[in-house]
């Protein structure tokens, strides 16, 4: 039954309106075209009414009628004005109290032209205050932060940062402090920007109203000379909304959008580092050739020419399956489809794969078998709002996804649970009800554990196993002898955790488990990915809001770059290569004859090349040297290749193996899409012009196909999306037009008319029945001993992205974060005779790097953390090469090493 919305019916300048009961005067007269001045509203937080310019007079009301449209809701009969004398002149008195106590410097301020108490004083005429007296005391101005300035005599105590950085960014950095004239915002205890526990983020710049919080590149800019183009972010899966500003083709700042997934939200690398490296000077703007050992330029025609000879030359003599291609999970599910295509058809080979294979690989294996789809079952929104337990296993969120991160904050705030399971204390430990600070590498058998616990205690929700899944017997056999005792001697924790975690998890309503690459990167990693559907099934929480199974893919595009069938085992949209009827559609599709073997992974392909078997390679926007595990294994690998091309921005550690590098171009330069780790399509435009000679990737990828024989042309990236909509059943309903008109849609989106799939498995698992999956706990492949005695992971942090070719190109993100380094116990740490800063050697079975002690708690004794983000200390020189046996994903979160100071 239809329930009706209760309505109000008033007036509101002459003017009759209907709105929902429960308005605020403010959102009424906003949804009737009615603008009513604000300076401290922020609408995604409750009413602050402190800044009193949103006053309005309610006939007949109480102490003279006058209220704050934002936190005053609206009554059947109500009889309001807005713009009458005695509103116009509280809102004067409002601005002549402000102007008293602000520098009136507009000229040279950078907020100038983007100011609202600028533009409600001329709106009011408020060109000057009527008061005179003692006021702010001058230069006070805090220059610290490497990306943003504070100066309070501009500031009007709107407390618009103080409450987006408490109930948003959830960090509590901003206050109020101090009394009369000489109050003012500070981060706590009066500190310097940059010693406060400021994260960066921005969004305090972002919602400031004048000029008291401004970016230090808005000195050079006024906002008015600026074009912005909405995109999306390129940096983490998160999938945020930001409008580049820029100016004379150049982009000079990023201001947060209100997407669906970081509603208005950025972190730092969003806000300060997703677009200077757009117009760095060390981009690659033409074709280079390796001649005699060093690269020279070439002319377009002369590089494609010698690429589409090459690698004819090499399929003519070794055949197709000699020839193999990496795509790029930072690049448009457009370029993504056609650069599979290019492999599929020109080369004749499914040697085909992204860099989802060395981080989320097994979630693509591990839920499709499951489940029937290896994707995020609900919504970043659904998960953060109105749950009432987090499980939270093997995600550092706070910095590998920031703003998801920030909604985590924000749902404990609001009195959601936290489970942190994870091997350091992470940063969200400190909001969480319980931590579980197991052993890297034993995942499958702490949710064994769970699961037993919930089985003996009768939590499990046996009327959803019985109609919706299958293989619960042998699970529920195999999990018997998981008991806590027994799961927290190999965890390392206590029993009493184990059995409250699954007690805390099983008996709340609304409980999503999210992960990250602390489930997958490990030699069971396709079984640990299962361990979280067997979880979420045996207890019915999967299929429905505030739910689910959800990995946070890394990248902005990893979940396209799998979607769009870069993978040896997939065409487009998950259809089979193993499958005949799979070969014949895209055969008829793509009008010529497909190979029907399944093809070599990227972990696969550089052993093969090193044996000789893999003779050319073309990589596309990745960098194996940096990222993959075993660095001396790759670059001996490539060194074995006949012919190698890679396709980049700039002048990468793999780059400088090739026999030609061909210039890419940014998501900053081109149209396109990207898929979100909620399965988010969302569309990226161009904002500014490519870099010299650079051309679209996916033309590159059409020439060399032509060249080699298959003819492939497209007219723009939005006639490569009407293609993938024809042969991808999940993409039928999009297309631009809807993505232009709605924002975005999420996959599955099978027709024009479908809205697309917030939650998956409603009512039926994509596979008809969810299937459980007895799994025994196996450990890693390498574990301490005396020689190596630590047990290291590696991950991510909050500053740097991946290899840093981003946002290594941001000098204020290399000032907070410039040089590698190795968390270690401070126990450890004092009997070694190490000290926080002390340079230290770090070695392992393949090889050693020097690197830089940092010495806390947040580790465990006998185990270690590094990033893989810097040079200096390559933590992927030593680390495992070692793979799962399923999704062949490396094991980057466990390997022994040895550590000593460096004297």
Known sequence: METKTATVTLTIDGQTVTVPEGTTLLKAAAMNGIEIPTLCHLKELAPDGSCRMCMVEVEGGRKGGLVTACSAHVHEGMVIHTQNKKVRDSRRFVLDLLLSNHKLDCFKCPSNGDCKLQDYSLEYGMLETSFHGQRQPGNQQDTTNPFFDYDPEKCIM????????????????????????????????????????????????????????????????????????????????????????????????????????????????????????????????????????????????????????????????????????FSCS????????????????????????????????????????????????????????????????????????????????????????????DPRKIDLTKNSTMHLQAKAGTN????????????????????????????????????????????????????????????LYAKAGKAPIIYCLGVTEHSTGTEGVMSMSNLAMLVGKIGRPGCGVNPLRGQNNVQGACDMGCSPFDFPGYQKVADSKTIAKFEKAWATKLNPQIGLTSTQVLPAATRGEIKGLYIFGEDPIVTDPDTSHVRHALESLDFLVVQELFMTETAAYADVILPGISFAEKDGTFTNTER?????????????????????????????????????????????????????????????????????????????????????????????MAIPYKPAKELPDATYPYLMSTGRMLYQYNTRAMTGRTAGINKLANHSYIEINYEDANRLGIKDGDKVQVSSRRGKIQT?????DQVMQSSVFMTFHFPDGNVNEITNPVFDDIAIIPEYKVCAVAIEPVK
């Open 330 to 421: 930072r690049s448009t599910n457009e370029d993504n489809y056609v650069f599979q295509k290019m492999v599929r058809t020109a080369f004749g080979s499914n040697n085909v794969d992204n860099c989802a294979r060395v981080c989320h690989s097994a979630t693509v294996h591990g839920l499709a078998h499951t489940l029937g789809s290896g994707a995020m079952t609900n919504t970043i929104a659904d998960i953060t709002t109105d749950v009432d337990v987090i499980l939270l296993i093997g995600s550092n969120t706070t910095e590998a996804h920031p703003v998801i991160g920030s909604q985590i904050r924000q749902a404990v705030q609001h009195g959601t649970k936290l489970i942190v399971i």
């Open 680 to 772: 988010r399509i969302q569309r990226i435009r161009k904002a500014v012009a490519p870099r010299g000679g650079a051309r679209e990737d996916y033309k590159v990828f059409c020439e060399v196909a032509t060249r080699m024989g298959y003819s492939m042309t497209y007219d723009s990236p939005s006639q490569i999306m009407a293609e993938i909509a024809q042969v991808v059943p999940t993409f039928a309903g999009v297309n631009y037009k809807r993505l232009d008109i709605l924002g975005s849609l999420q996959w599955p989106c099978r027709s024009l008319d479908d809205p697309g799939t917030p939650i998956m498995h409603v009512g039926q698992f994509s596979r008809g029945r969810g299937l459980f």
């Open 158 to 325: 709107c407390r618009r940062c103080s409450r987006v950085c408490q109930l948003r960014q959830g960090r509590d950095v901003i206050s109020i402090a101090k009394r009369g004239f000489d109050t003012k915002m500070m981060p706590a205890y009066g500190e310097d920007w940059d010693q406060s526990i400021c994260e960066s983020c921005g969004n305090c710049v972002s919602v400031c109203p004048t000029g008291a919080l401004a970016s230090k590149d808005q000195q050079k800019f006024r906002k008015w000379a600026t074009t912005k183009i909405r995109t999306t972010c390129p940096h983490c899966g998160t999938g945020c909304q930001v409008d580049l500003l820029v100016k004379n083709n150049v982009i000079v700042g990023a201001e947060p959008a209100d997407g669906p997934a970081n509603r208005n939200l950025l972190c730092v690398k969003g806000k300060f580092a997703s677009y200077k490296f757009v117009a760095s000077g060390d981009r690659l703007t033409t074709p280079l050739i390796k001649r005699q050992g060093q690269f020279v330029p070439a002319s377009w025609d002369e590089a494609l020419t010698l690429i589409a000879d090459k690698f004819t030359a090499l399929k003519q003599n070794y055949g197709g399956n000699s020839l193999a291609g």
């Open 444 to 503: 499958v058998a702490l949710i064994n554990g769970m699961m037993n616990v919930i089985i003996r205690e009768g939590l499990a929700d046996q009327d959803f196993i019985a109609k919706r899944t299958e293989g619960y017997t042998a699970m529920r056999e195999l999990v018997a002898d998981y008991t806590p005792e027994k799961v927290a001697k190999i965890c390392e924790i206590e029993p009493e955790e184990i059995i409250n975690a699954a007690r």
């Open 852 to 856: 830089y002690a940092a010495v806390g």
